[in-house]
């Protein structure tokens, strides 16, 4: 259970990666604030262009023409004075006042966040994992009235990515074509991520399918994604791939939690880590370094250097 603070006030704070269910819990606990007391008692302020001073005093004001106030401060840690004060902050707040705090990412080491952990009921709104994602993308879909079938769910996922807010917005893109999304409109509507490109890139090289992996490069160029971007997500790519062949034994869970990494991540990259011996990953990662390296402090032709790279893995 989480931590309450000891007032009969309520300061809640909201936070994680999961930006679609931080913005939606957020948007719920206003319009609940304003159906109950009216918006007359709201204030929200970006704690990252107001003074402290400004925000201190709004949590000490005394409600005018209705019950009780809400102050909403959204990115508390961008604010240093506010952060260097935080406890002086809630002691501040009058009892006919309920605060929230949103912050999609804190530094844990702050006195920032120890002090909200400890002191606020404090929600963190983690990304969802490969298997539910799927699962809520298909029971988003019918709730929006179309249907969405379990494969193509996955499809989706794997081509967008794992963030749930853009794929909620990808969805309502692909219901306003056809109630019933499919394979042909995904592949039709969506853009690859860059990120799930440079995988499939990887993944093409590394079975011996240069062509495919020439003309995913092509792809990536003609998006006007620069060459550099292309060779940084590629060295992303391999980094993750050292990280699971080290783990080598252990679960997808296990090697995601010990690197901080997203375990659809690891498990995608699971299969493509079985290709490759450790002693060939490492001299990819060493030539790609070294282009990385000659890129930055030669002039060169940066396409040419990376289908050099591509076709010779």
Known sequence: MPNMPERTIMITTQSGANSLMLTRTVREQIDAFIKSIGDFGLERLNAADTAYAQIYEAVQAMPFLSDRRMVVIDNPASNKELAENIQKLLDAVQDTTDVIFVEAKFDKRSVLYKTLKKKTEFVEHAELDEQSLIRWVALFAKEQGGELGASDARLLVQRIGMNQLKIS????????????????????????????????????????????????????????????????????????????????????????????????????????????????????????????????????????????LISTI
């Open 169 to 308: 917005h990808e969805v309502e893109k692909l219901l306003s074509y056809s109630s019933h999304v499919t394979r042909e409109s995904i592949l039709l509507l969506t853009e690859p991520t860059p990120q799930s490109t440079v995988f499939d890139l990887l993944d093409a090289a590394l079975s011996g399918q240069t062509a495919k992996a020439e003309s995913l490069y092509r792809e990536q160029r003609r998006l006007k994604v620069e060459p550099h971007a292309i060779l940084a997500l590629l060295g992303w790519q391999l980094h993750i791939l050292a990280v699971v062949k080290a783990g080598t034994g252990k679960s997808p869970d296990d090697i995601a939690r010990a690197a901080k990494l997203n375990p659809f991540v690891v498990r995608k990259s699971a299969g493509l880590a079985k290709s490759i011996s450790a002693t060939s990953l490492k001299e990819l990662i060493a030539r790609t370094l070294a282009l990385d390296i000659q890129l930055k402090s030669q002039t060169i032709d940066a396409d040419e250097a990376m289908q050099v």
